[in-house]
């Protein structure tokens, strides 16, 4: 079972009140998550409060950007994050899970299942040739990535997918600055800009510092990206 109080407590520490719905789906989440990490690699955090912090409240430190979206997609989502607690938290968006693992896309669609979450689909395939389908190429309000990439690599794999006016979501770690500066220029050149910098610090045994990057899209994404081997 989850710990309900500390997570509850620490939504709260970032301005997000959980019910009791939310929570019992959360719980029912790291069960699956935990059973299925026994048969593939999905996460090394195991400790209960490390969970809950680095995997759920983490996450959830993207919501507050999610305001008036309809869409959503999660790059690179791995065992989820974030884009399945942002579903739970956001009933009434359409999110996409895409994974290049098929694995990973098999034990998405049982979560998917067993937690009774409606407008989620998992796909399995890789961003930068998916970012060339014109059934996903800038069809979406807001995509989000955590942890897949320096910051110039995921610009170009992630910005392709989301419309004029939409919004990329990076969640990186505590030295963000210097990925920033190196990718200014292909941010520039896939019709985007950044737009804020947000200093997260998370509380378990220690303190976590990890920024959430905003950048809009101002203008199509040149036909040429993503490619399929960025340098």
């Not at 309809?70 to 884009?83: H, K, R, S, V």
């Not at 942002?86 to 290049?100: E, Q």
């Not at 098929?102 to 409606?118: A, E, F, M, S, T």
């Amino acid at each position: 079972m989850i710990n309900k109080e500390f997570f509850y407590d620490s939504a709260k520490e970032i301005g997000i009140e959980l019910n009791d719905e939310q929570i019992d789906k959360f719980d029912e989440y790291k069960s699956l998550l935990l059973e299925w990490n026994e048969k593939i690699n999905l996460t090394a955090i195991l400790t209960e409060n490390d969970f809950i912090i680095k995997h759920f409240v983490d996450s959830l430190t993207c919501l507050k950007y999610l305001s008036n979206k309809n869409t959503l997609l999660d790059i690179g989502t791995g065992a989820g994050f974030p884009g399945v607690p942002l579903k739970i938290m956001r009933d009434d968006i359409n999110v996409t899970l895409l994974d290049s693992l098929n694995k990973r896309i098999i034990y998405l669609q049982d979560v998917i299942d067993k937690l009774k979450l409606n407008r989620i689909t998992a796909i399995h395939g890789r961003a930068e040739e998916f970012g060339k389908n014109k059934d996903y190429r800038e069809k979406f309000d807001v995509v989000t990535a955590r942890a897949v990439a320096n910051m110039r690599v995921l610009a170009e794999y992630s910005l392709p997918f989301v419309k004029v006016g939409g919004t990329f979501i990076a969640m990186k770690g505590s030295n963000v600055d210097e990925e920033l500066e190196e990718a200014r220029e292909i941010i520039k050149k896939l019709g985007a800009e950044i737009n804020s910098i947000e200093k997260v610090t998370l509380h378990t045994d220690e303190e976590i510092l990890h920024h959430v990057v905003e950048i809009k899209k101002v203008r199509n994404t040149p036909i040429e990206f993503p490619r399929r081997i960025v340098k």
